[in-house]
């Protein structure tokens, strides 16, 4: 399985400095890797105790039985993964109050080529960072896949995002929630907050905006763009992603962006 090599945080002792309620029943938090899953989860952290949150993130299918505490009932964890949707993981879902985070695909191939090509991230395909393939190759990659090693991406969002739709599961934007996060001030990142807290059974307290501000803290990221060592890359990513791979990514997986609410 591909490792990601994240730095430590200091989360825990920030949430020190807040008064904190125990969480009445799980909260799991379910996401495409790369879809702003550590931003979610941080968040989430500045108001559940230290001790109700999960400490092995995240997880996947091939560990689940290594983690079945996790959806205990009576410990009411914060839970994080990348969890495809089967009967096991649906049934174990439905014992929380759950969270689908997803990332319009457009960005998201960005995102998931700058990690690929990191110092943060091994694997067994890391020849792909020695500058053999061009940027458009790479993106293409992550669009259809990398044979026997990486799945398509529509595959993935099958599996870690649409299955999970419609299933009383409480969907998260990445691009609403950087948004909210970035104008804490406003009356629009107030009710946003709310809403979010609220799915999760947490009353928003008076002081909300410190916490989220803390938590959304892209030094507290190990994953975060500007903290995965790709400074020594070989790769020269474009601001946007190209039409041509907009295109691609139409042909592959057709409708996507749309069921998702990106058009």
């Not at 949150?53 to 983690?67: E, L, T």
Request: aromatic content about 12%; cysteine-free.
């Amino acid at each position: 399985m591909p490792q990601a090599f994240l730095g430590t945080d200091t989360l825990d002792q920030e949430n020190q400095k807040f008064d904190q309620k125990p969480l009445t029943k799980p909260v799991f938090i379910n996401s495409i890797p790369k879809s702003g899953s550590h931003l979610l989860r941080n968040i989430l952290r500045m108001f559940v105790p230290v001790e109700q949150q999960y400490k092995d993130q995240f997880i996947q299918w091939p560990n689940i039985a290594q983690h079945m505490a996790a959806f205990d009932t009576q410990k009411n964890y914060l839970v994080s993964a990348h969890l495809l949707y089967t009967d096991k993981s649906a049934m174990l879902a439905n014992r929380t109050r759950k969270f689908t985070l997803i990332r319009d695909p457009h960005t998201w191939v960005m995102a998931q080529a700058r990690f690929f090509v990191s110092d943060a991230f091994k694997s067994n395909f890391d020849n792909i960072k020695d500058g053999s393939l061009t940027v458009n190759d790479l993106l293409n990659l992550m669009i259809v896949g990398i044979y026997q090693k990486s799945p398509p991406m529509r595959d993935q969002y099958n599996l870690f995002a649409v299955s999970w739709m419609g299933t009383g599961t409480y969907l998260v934007k990445y691009e609403e929630l950087v948004l909210h996060a970035n104008n804490l001030e406003t009356d629009a990142a107030e009710k946003y907050f709310s809403n979010l807290l609220g799915a999760a059974g947490i009353i928003k307290p008076s002081d909300w905006r410190e916490r989220v501000k803390i938590g959304a803290d892209k030094k507290q990221s190990g994953t975060s763009r500007e903290n995965i060592n790709s400074q020594k890359s070989k790769f020269n990513f474009p601001d946007e992603l190209p039409d041509t791979q907009k295109q691609l990514i139409e042909y592959h997986a057709p409708g996507l962006r749309k069921l998702l609410g990106y058009t």
